[in-house]
């Protein structure tokens, strides 16, 4: 298996643009999770999915996230409009189960920066 | 509400010792922990787990201790290596997925 797919791996974008970002998780999984990370916040989850439904979104942090999983396969996180404090790496997650092995796998991550 | 904290932000060992990363956690609810390991540029990464019905649970030379009576949980990695110079991260889980994760150790390890 390829593991968790994130694209783009890199991303670097002018204030009020919007960004997406793009996940494919490990095949089975039913469970995906966004999660930012920056010197200062650490690892913080932002939303996560159970069978494509959001369960917990209260680590969004404002109106200009949004994230949609439309299927099994596919996540997006979308910032509209960015601003320079977005800036961060964010990862995507996927696990097997709700229950026992609630392990996570993580992707490599998307660099965003905003200029 | 959850809290995860760990005692020291940076770790340095002398390869070949042993290293020991420590994390408390505030909620006496929380069943279910994960160690990760993070290297630079890429995503936490499953070292071992352990559930609150354990106190200790070994993997291929790591070792993660639980004492619940004081909410607090460590790492140990035995004789350590240049390799395992990376952040990690304790993780807890107090029912479902919601995880708090820690605000992570820095472990350099010296040849």
């Known amino acids: 298996d390829a593991g968790v797919i994130q694209s783009p791996r890199h991303e670097v974008t002018e204030m009020g643009q919007e960004v997406t970002l793009r996940c494919k998780p490990i095949?089975?999984?039913?469970?995906l999770f966004w999660y930012r990370q920056t010197m200062m916040r650490g690892l913080e989850l932002l939303i996560y999915?159970?069978?494509?439904?959001?369960i917990d979104d209260s680590g969004m942090p404002e109106d200009r996230f949004s994230a949609k999983m439309p299927n099994a396969s596919f996540s997006t996180l979308k910032i509209q409009p960015s601003e320079p404090r977005d800036s961060a790496v964010y990862f995507c997650?996927?696990?097997?189960?709700w229950g026992a092995g609630r392990e996570q796998f993580f992707g490599p991550g998307t660099r965003l920066t905003v200029l | 509400g959850e809290s995860v904290g760990l005692h020291l932000p940076t770790l340095s060992v002398q390869e070949g010792d042993n290293s020991i990363i420590n994390c408390a956690y505030s909620n006496s609810a929380s069943d279910y922990f994960i160690w990760y390991k993070q290297e630079s540029g890429k995503g936490p990464q499953f070292i071992i787990d352990?559930?609150?019905?354990?106190d200790k649970r070994q993997g291929q030379r790591v070792t993660v201790l639980l004492n619940k009576t004081v909410k607090h949980l460590s790492l140990q990695i035995a004789a350590t290596q240049p390799g395992d110079s990376a952040v990690y991260f304790c993780a807890v889980y107090t029912g479902g997925f919601k995880t708090i994760f820690g605000a992570g150790t820095r472990l350099f390890v010296k040849a």
């Open positions: 997650a996927s696990s097997l189960s």
């Open positions: 352990i559930r609150s019905n354990m």
């Open positions: 095949s089975g999984h039913n469970s």
């Open positions: 999915f159970n069978n494509n439904v959001p």
